[in-house]
């Protein structure tokens, strides 16, 4: 046995299969065994349980109230309308009626119950998306920049995510068997020629990003892709490698991390190239304990030019010195924008992701009636958010009349704080949350608006992030104003990220609750408000203010 159990279990699982075909047919449980549990994350499925009535169950003698996350995988973002309508079915049928899109481009259902989990999985399939490795220890969701306005250069970044995408997706039959009633084919044994049967230390998360945009946070990642263009086009990637973000309170060993360049590369080379980067984590990423075990640490471990030797070496030469690039913004642009081809596009604003039918509109209901008239495609966004692209000018009208009616033009009316907030899910799906995030950072916000509406800033795009534990799962260390999640009510307050996220911030305060997490926004606010320089950003302010902030020199130290 080693020292990791989550090791035995993949090795032992027969490529990913385990005992889950039995599990989910054993009707006296809402749950799946546990070691099986380990497993069905590589097919984009979570066991969870409703945390809100987790200790009320409890007092009955009751097992957790269990259901499942899903998550289907969308490379780069970009579905069809006719996927759209499959997905919002099956929200509305199976789960618990909304739309969740993630931080990394990709769509959540959560709330399903074990016996629908299979015509779930099923009605993805058919919808031409997929579950399989959305999570587990494998290379996820390939995030792509959704920017419109470079339809060009877009196209030929999309179709490079998308090649990575296929040929790091896992080969294992068991998902077909599984979830699709597909029966294997005698005497064909699995194989898996890149990952093998343990499949990779650690999840493995990869980007490619445009600049000057960075709107998938691609230094956040442990493998990145930046466009480098001369004026007839796209010429290569700068690639960066150990980027992340996963933190566990206490524990100094483990902390967020800025990706780094690692060398240039022209775009035929992006699959050979990621391919032996991942082969290496695989060969050298810590198998033993799985804190440690992402790729940010074996970088930190044996240093860059290990990796370049060792690179080289699989190879067969060594990769040209990394072209430099600059990033300007990594928010979305709201609202309406033309491209050259004639074609408009919409981007819209999502609060955390969530898509429903609630008080503030019928979000979920309005996307449905949008993907039945809408003939180009949807884009997701790495800010949890949706562009409607590729719009002809003669459907504008009725697309415009749709968003109104369903009150999807939020982007129209809130502040820029607001617009430049994400929360990750936490309470109450995600078992590894402290604190509130998704239900809480809209109510914080308001507070906040009133602050920077006294203090003449409402107009200022300040970035704010929160999530419910420090695996960062909203990147809030990429925050000028980043929260988070320690226990019920406290965050860790972290500041001054810069905007454009080529700069992490640092922590501030620990385990504060709100009224002290306000009264010193409230101060900070006034200070940025006299002392900034010419066109400082507030995270820029925040970091030259790092030593007064961190000292206590403050009132509200
Ligand atoms: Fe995450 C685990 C949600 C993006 C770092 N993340 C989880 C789980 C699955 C909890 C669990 O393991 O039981 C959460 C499910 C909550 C729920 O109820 O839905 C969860 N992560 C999310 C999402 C949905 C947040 C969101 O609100 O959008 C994002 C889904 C992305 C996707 O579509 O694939 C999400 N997670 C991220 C990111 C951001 C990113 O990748 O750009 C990070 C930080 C970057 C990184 O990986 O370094 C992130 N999630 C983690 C970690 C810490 C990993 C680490 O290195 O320590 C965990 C915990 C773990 O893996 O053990 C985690
Ligand atoms: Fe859950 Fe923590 Fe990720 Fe939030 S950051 S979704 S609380 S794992």
Known sequence: MSANPVEDIKAESNFLRGTIRQGLADGATGSLADDDTQLTKFHGIYQQDDRDVREQRRRQMLEPEHSFMIRARVPGGICTPAQWLALDNIATR?????????????????????????????????????TIAACGDVNRNVMCTALPERSDVHAQVFADAAAFSDHLTPNTTAYHEIWLDKEKVAATADHEPIYGNRYLPRKFKTAFAVPPVNDVDVLAHDLGFIAI?????????????????????????????????????????????????????????????????????????????????????????????????????????????QTDDGNWHLALFIQNGRIADGPSGTQLSGLRAISQVHKGEFRLTANQNVIIAGISAAKKPEINKLVREHGLDAHEKLSRLRLHSMACVALPTCSLAMAEAERYLPELVSEIEIQTENHGLAQEDINIRMTGCPNGCARPYLAEIGLVGKAPGRYNLHLGAAHNGTRLNYLARENANSGEILALLNELFARFRKQRETSETFGDFLTRSQAEITEGVLSHA
């Open 94 to 130: 199976w789960a618990n009626g909304s739309l969740r899109l993630t931080t990394r481009q990709a769509f959540q259902f959560h709330g399903v119950l074990k016996h629908e989990l299979k015509d779930s999985i099923r009605a993805i399939n058919d919808s031409l998306l997929d």
């Open 229 to 337: 263009e001369d004026k007839d086009g796209l010429v290569g990637y700068t690639v960066t490698v150990g980027g992340g973000m996963g933190v566990t309170h206490g524990d100094p060993a483990t902390y967020p991390l800025l990706a780094r360049p690692l060398g240039f590369i022209i775009p035929d080379q992006v699959v050979e190239v990621g391919e032996a980067i991942v082969r290496i984590q695989r060969d050298f990423g810590d198998r033993s304990e799985r804190k440690h075990a992402r790729f940010k640490y074996t970088i930190e471990d044996r240093g860059l030019d290990w990796l370049r030797g060792e690179l080289k070496q699989r190879l067969g030469y060594a990769l040209e010195p990394a072209r430099p690039y600059h990033f300007t913004s990594r928010g979305d642009e709201y609202g309406w924008r």
